[in-house]
């Protein structure tokens, strides 16, 4: 948990984020990379260039942007005593200095020269690569910067009118949660994202993996956090919320118990509307049917008995001398426009007489229109 911490205050100082050691006390190779395996062919061609056994090294090594070339840089493991090593944070990169400068890369070969209170550290970068091809560092009383610059140019094998620019702006790493940001004061940073910055380490394997199981470890707690602060965030806004429907809820109740006597009888008014209105559209018009019917009722036909069989049907029952005129009776019905349906039914002759019943059903609103206009 401490090392969460550590890593809030840490972030917010220049070089926190990385140890940027000596570069004088490394020696650099450019490789050039045959396989997409570049920490096992970095390892063997630094082995073959060491007079050292690789477990006396301290080594790293980082990848150009095409993969095709690595600047590998190692040293031995007493050019830095023990309480050196302690003082290097867990959380923290350790790599050379010269890599803030590798975002400084000219727009053609060129040579650059970084003063420090210190040292003195060049870079030399060909025409096309995208890394320098040499680097160089020394103590500042060791030679002059004229020297220097010969000195790089020479072993890069350049020009000897290479152009040479120098600086003296601070160093700085910055880290986040997926990259490394070095750069020289505000010049162009020298981005290391989180697969390369085990590469670029020099410290052991093992004790990289272990850091990287812990750092996979806090990263779980820390998103744990936030979430768990989330929860809390919403938590406390779900009880305000529930605090103000609660009060709104109290503040709407009593106002409806005061206006109670008010809405019953607005309540009282509505329900005697709405009865007006039932009984006006919904009760049964057997006079405003029968005078829609009677009109075509031929005079042979007598009407024996009306019953109101819904608010838009009747049942009538009659009889005639003359049963042809039951189907010219029903013919004239079905013919008004007001009507639905004629039914007839229980047709009876007896002696000189026809009984039948008909169920005629009317339109409604037909029957209704036809009520206001009489």
């Given at each position: 948990m401490s090392s969460i911490f550590s890593r809030w205050?840490?972030?917010?100082?220049?070089?926190?984020?990385?140890?940027?050691?000596?570069?004088?006390?490394?020696?650099?190779?450019?490789?050039?990379?045959?396989?997409?395996?570049?920490?096992?062919?970095?390892?063997?061609?630094?082995?073959?260039?060491?007079?050292?056994?690789?477990?006396?090294?301290?080594?790293?090594?980082v990848v150009s942007a095409d993969n095709k070339q690595a600047l590998a840089y190692a040293s031995h493991r007493r050019r830095f005593t023990t309480e050196e090593s302690f003082t290097w944070p867990d959380h923290c990169q350790v790599i050379p200095e010269f890599l803030a400068l590798c975002g400084e890369r000219p727009d053609k070969a060129g040579v650059l020269i970084h003063?420090?209170?210190?040292?003195?550290?060049?870079?030399a970068w060909s025409?096309?690569?995208?890394?320098?091809?040499?680097?160089?560092?020394?103590?500042?009383?060791?030679?002059?910067?004229?020297?220097?610059?010969?000195?790089?140019i020479l072993r890069a094998a350049l020009p000897d009118e290479t152009p040479v620019r120098t600086t003296n702006e601070t160093l700085q790493a910055e880290l986040t949660e997926s990259e490394l940001s070095l750069r020289c004061g505000k010049g162009s940073p020298y981005i290391l994202n989180k697969a390369q910055l085990d590469q670029a380490d020099i410290r052991d394997?093992?004790?990289?993996?272990?850091?990287?199981?812990?750092?996979?470890?806090?990263?779980?707690?820390?998103?744990?956090?936030?979430?768990?602060?989330?929860?809390?965030?919403?938590?406390?806004l779900l009880e305000v919320g529930a605090g103000f429907i609660t009060w709104r809820a109290n503040e709407l109740r009593t106002s409806t118990e005061a206006r109670r006597p008010l809405i019953q009888e607005i309540e009282s008014a509505q329900a005697l509307a709405a009865r007006i209105t039932d009984?006006?559209?919904?009760?049964?018009?057997?006079?405003?049917?029968?005078?829609?019917?009677?009109?075509?009722?031929?005079?042979?036909?007598?009407?024996?008995r009306i019953n109101c069989k819904a608010n838009n049907a009747i049942e009538i029952e009659a009889r005639t001398s003359n049963a042809s005129d039951i189907t010219t009776f029903e013919r004239a019905l079905k013919e008004i426009p007001e009507?639905?349906?004629?039914?007839?039914?229980?047709?009876?002759?007896?002696?000189?007489?026809?009984?039948?019943?008909?169920?005629?059903?009317?339109?409604?609103?037909?029957?209704?229109?036809?009520?206001?206009?009489?």
């Open positions: 205050f840490t972030q917010s100082s220049p070089n926190a984020s990385a140890v940027l050691l000596p570069g004088n006390r490394f020696f650099v190779r450019t490789i050039t990379l045959e396989s997409t395996d570049a920490a096992s062919e970095v390892s063997l061609a630094m082995e073959a260039l060491s007079p050292f056994p690789s477990e006396h090294m301290l080594m790293g090594f003063v420090g209170d210190e040292r003195l550290t060049a870079l025409e096309t690569g995208t890394q320098p091809i040499a680097v160089l560092s020394v103590n500042r009383d060791e030679t002059q910067i004229d020297a220097l610059a010969a000195e790089i394997a093992d004790f990289l993996a272990e850091r990287r199981k812990k750092e996979q470890f806090n990263h779980l707690l820390w998103n744990a956090a936030r979430v768990a602060v989330v929860v809390l965030a919403v938590s406390l009984l006006n559209t919904q009760s049964p018009m057997p006079l405003e049917m029968l005078a829609l019917v009677n009109p075509k009722r031929p005079a042979t036909v007598d009407f024996q009507v639905i349906s004629v039914a007839s039914r229980d047709i009876r002759a007896r002696d000189t007489l026809t009984t039948f019943t008909f169920t005629i059903t009317f339109k409604p609103e037909a029957v209704r229109s036809a009520k206001i206009k009489k």
